[in-house]
């Protein structure tokens, strides 16, 4: 795994500075060629959503290779040699929201681990209300954190999740966690999104010449040239694979709760969030 310098590291975040952060932009493709360009593209149309950091997870077919980086997408990926850095055909990107209270390159998104089953990264736009009390439970019981990321306590739980397939690893993992997310996370085989069970934050599924995208708005697929296809329904987790798309519904049942602030501050004015044009 490739990981770009800490030169751009400054003051960490306080633990205890629970602050929510909720403005964050998340893409991903699967089984495209130049997946990483194209996730590139698509953080650079969500860029309005984060412009304090940025990153991108890409897998070859072998191994993850993740960059992450303090700034804009524009200035990060810019390169022509992006594809030579960030190899394969599947890749998840994240952008993330300016705040106060600090931030040091670890906290960018996407969060990698080396897990039992294989290597998984995940980006995530959203805030976990119990984030500090799990945390400290893990903390307790032995777990080494390497970000004050709420992120993090998501791959921590994954982890030591006693579930046989990753996919449920993942659902006892989100059981666990409270608050409004949206998230992308890619393994060696596949790419999951999940929406929380009131759909505070959005995710779209798009289709580009077959293949299956993932976006925080539909903006993202614009810029692209990939079509909408639908929301990404509130508690709904897809799974993306070689076989197609699988749709589960591991949570139970709530009314929507979507965040007001998506249409008259967080998305951009040509999206539509949850089938409303966010211009009108």
């Not at 804009?72 to 300016?98: E, K, N, W």
């Not at 996919?167 to 790419?191: P, T």
């Amino acid at each position: 795994m490739t990981q770009s310098p800490d030169r751009w590291r400054q003051a960490p975040r306080d633990p205890d500075d629970d602050t929510p952060r909720l403005e964050c932009g998340v893409f991903g493709v699967f089984d495209t060629d130049d997946a990483s360009a194209i996730t590139a593209l698509g953080l650079h149309a969500l860029q309005h959503r984060g412009q304090e950091a940025c990153g991108i997870a890409s897998f070859d077919g072998l191994g993850f290779h993740t960059e992450r980086h303090m700034g804009h997408v524009g200035d990060a990926f810019a390169g022509s040699d992006l594809m030579d850095r960030l190899p394969g055909q599947s890749a998840i990107g994240h952008t993330r929201y300016s705040t106060a209270g600090g931030s040091f390159i670890r906290n960018v998104q996407p969060m990698f681990a080396d897990l039992e089953a294989g290597g998984l990264a995940i980006a995530h736009n959203g805030n976990l209300t119990n984030f500090l009390t799990l945390r400290q439970q893990l903390v307790a019981e032995g777990a080494i954190f390497q970000s004050t990321s709420d992120s993090e306590v998501i791959l921590h739980l994954i982890a030591r999740s006693r579930r046989a397939r990753l996919v449920d690893k993942f659902i006892d993992a989100l059981s666990r966690i409270e608050g409004g997310y949206a998230l992308v996370a890619l393994s060696n085989k596949k790419l999951i999104g999940v929406r929380d069970p009131l759909g505070i934050r959005p995710l779209v599924l798009g289709d580009l010449d077959g293949k299956a995208v993932l976006a925080s708005e539909t903006c993202a697929l614009d810029m692209i040239g990939a079509t909408f296809v639908r929301d990404i329904e509130h508690g709904e987790m897809v799974i993306i694979d070689h076989d197609g798309i699988e749709s589960l519904r591991p949570f139970p049942a709530a009314k929507a709760r979507p965040c007001i602030f998506e249409y008259v501050y967080f998305a951009r004015p040509d999206s539509v969030v949850n089938g409303r044009s966010v211009y009108e």
